[in-house]
């Protein structure tokens, strides 16, 4: 997928998730999740950050359509998970505008 930057990057899931726990059912809690590959995974936070903002544009009008207020993408390195990813977390405001968590996450223990 070719970002508005000229930036390419490998969309590798995109899946409408439900807010559950414990077998609670929270709808507030649904939103769209989007796996990518990074273009440039050895830029610094700045950049993977932008990245992850045109990234989000993919999904931001489905998640409005919908009503959604909470959306995540998920960065990896490389078509392998196994390396550390990221997690961007983005929940929309009363007034409309998106606001952005980055939550590192380490990919699983190999066995």
Avoid: Y
């Avoid at 070719?2 to 998730?17: D, E, I």
């Avoid at 409309?96 to 380490?106: A, M, S, Y």
């Amino acid at each position: 997928m070719t970002l508005p930057s000229g930036r390419a990057v490998k969309v590798t899931s995109v899946m409408l998730v439900w807010g559950l726990e414990h077998d609670e059912r929270l709808p507030e809690q649904d939103a769209f999740s989007l796996d990518f590959v990074s273009s440039a995974p050895e830029a610094d936070d700045t950049a993977r950050q932008r990245e992850a903002l045109e990234v989000f544009e993919l999904i931001r009008p489905a998640s409005e359509l919908w009503g959604f207020r909470r959306a995540q993408l998920f960065g990896f390195p490389t078509l392998q998970r196994e390396r550390a990813r990221e997690c961007f977390i983005f929940v929309r405001e009363a007034d409309g505008t998106w606001r952005v968590e980055r939550q590192p996450l380490r990919a699983p223990a190999a066995n």
